[in-house]
């Protein structure tokens, strides 16, 4: 912590087209970091360089369990598998919000497939 306020606060990210604040407010890590607005809505997902950068990335497009994604809501299970096979690292608070959303939409649909993790 330093004597100068403007230096603790945290950053703040925000998506490159729609200027949404992101959830990751972390300063940028040594490895890049996958994050998501802070909206009711996805519709894709957003990776935090160390520079401080922020790229979109597109819903994964398959996943190791049933469908990668509902509607607005991508798999938890594919974004896990998407970050640990481009060496990237998930803000913990965006996958939380990610899970939590699956479990209420995605788990909760009449069409959802517990025993395959398909929808519809």
């Known amino acids: 912590m330093s004597n100068d306020p403007v230096d ?4 703040m990210y925000v998506s490159p087209l729609r200027s949404i604040p992101l959830v990751y407010t972390q300063p940028p890590s040594d490895v890049p970091v996958l994050t998501v607005e802070n909206y009711v ?3 894709t997902l957003f990776l935090v360089h160390p520079t401080g950068r922020v790229e979109q990335i597109p819903f994964p497009e398959e996943s190791p369990v049933g469908s990668a994604y509902c509607d607005h809501v991508p798999n938890p299970l594919a974004c896990q598998k998407l970050a640990a096979d481009n060496g990237w690292v998930w803000d913990e608070n ?3 919000m990610i899970w939590g959303r699956w479990r209420r939409e995605a788990e ?3 069409e959802y497939d517990p025993e395959t993790g398909a929808v519809g």
């Open 108 to 110: 909760l649909d009449p």
């Open 8 to 11: 603790d606060f945290l950053p």
């Open 41 to 43: 809505k996805w519709y």
């Open 94 to 96: 965006s996958l939380d």
